[in-house]
């Protein structure tokens, strides 16, 4: 399989919102990129649905994106693309990274995914799915 991801996927804890009626609680990313994250919740949601996702910030303030949900695993939790992301959100993004003390996803997880996902979804253009870095 080759390797597509575009953005390095980094190891983070961080609040996060879906806002809406039934979604208005708090989850957790457990990674995140430049190119999307993934989420750690219970809620339901469909693949390719758009979402809005709010990250709290140490500043205590929300910050927002739009992306698309690329996988979801009912129960567990699924993964964002980010859409039409401005400098300005990259820059947000390189920033919650920083701060949070991120660690780089060791590719040393893969042959583990491999053993619970069928090939065809380990597809490295789902932000969510943890693959090899790239260097």
């Known amino acids: 399989m080759s390797e597509k991801r575009v953005h390095s996927r980094f190891e983070v804890s961080l609040t996060a919102q879906l806002p809406g009626a039934a979604r208005g609680y708090e989850f957790r990313i ?3 990129s430049a190119g999307g994250c993934y989420v750690d919740t219970i809620a339901e949601v ?4 758009i979402l809005l996702i709010r990250i709290l910030k140490p500043d205590n303030q929300w910050f927002e994106l739009c992306g698309q949900v690329t996988h979801h695993f009912p129960r567990l939790g699924f993964g964002i693309r980010f859409l039409n992301v401005a400098q300005a959100e990259l820059e947000e993004i390189q920033l919650l990274l920083a701060e949070a003390g ?6 040393a997880i893969l042959p583990l995914l491999e053993t619970l996902l069928p090939v065809e979804q380990l597809d490295s253009n789902l932000p969510g799915v943890i693959m090899r870095a790239e260097l």
């Open 102 to 107: 991120a660690t780089h996803v060791p590719s």
């Open 46 to 49: 469909m693949i390719d649905e």
């Open 30 to 32: 457990a990674d995140l």
